[in-house]
C-alpha cells in the first residue's frame, strides 16, 4: 500500500485593476464623509443623503467591475525539495544573517504551485505558469508580499496537531 501527503491548497485573490480598486476606495470615503457631517440643516441633509445615494451607486457598479476583474488562483504547496531549492536560490548570507528575496521566491514558487485560475465572476480561464509569473511581474509591491504570504503558508504548513486543537474537542 502506497501513502502519501496530501500538500495544501488554497486560493488567492489578486485584482487586475488597481486603478479602479483606488477609486473605489475614493468613493468610499466620501460616502463617510457624507455620513458624518453634523450640525447640518435639514435641507444640507437631504443634499448629502441624495450625494450619498449617487455615490453609493457609482461604488456598487465600480465594486463589480472590481470582482469581475479580480483573479483568483488555486494554487498547491510544493514538495519539500522544490521548496529547499528555490529559498536557497532566492537567499544569501549578508554579516552571518542569511536575507531571503521574499518577491523572487514568490515569482519563482507561485507558477509552480498554480493548479487553476478563474475570474472571481466564476468564469474560467485558461491560465499558465508562465503567464503567472509574468502577471507577478506587473503586479504591486502589496500584492506581492500578500502573494508571498499566501504561498509561504502553504509551504510551511503545521504538520501535527496542536494541542490546543485537541483540547477544543
Partial sequence: MEITVTRPTGQHRIITD???????VRLGNRILELD????????????????????RKQLDSLLKS???????VTLRGLNSSQWAQITLKNSRTVQ???IKDLPAIAKEAAPL???SAEWANGDDMEFTGTEFAKLIDSMTDSQVNA???TVQELNTPVVEIPKELTRLA
Fill in 113 to 115: 504551485m498554480l493548479e
Fill in 147 to 149: 502573494l508571498m504570504q
Fill in 36 to 55: 458624518a457631517a453634523a450640525d447640518v440643516t435639514e435641507a444640507e441633509a437631504s443634499e448629502r443623503r441624495k450625494e450619498q445615494d449617487a455615490v
Fill in 66 to 72: 472590481v470582482e469581475h476583474r479580480t483573479l483568483v
Fill in 96 to 98: 552571518g544573517r542569511v
Fill in 18 to 24: 488597481m486603478q479602479a480598486l483606488a477609486e473605489s
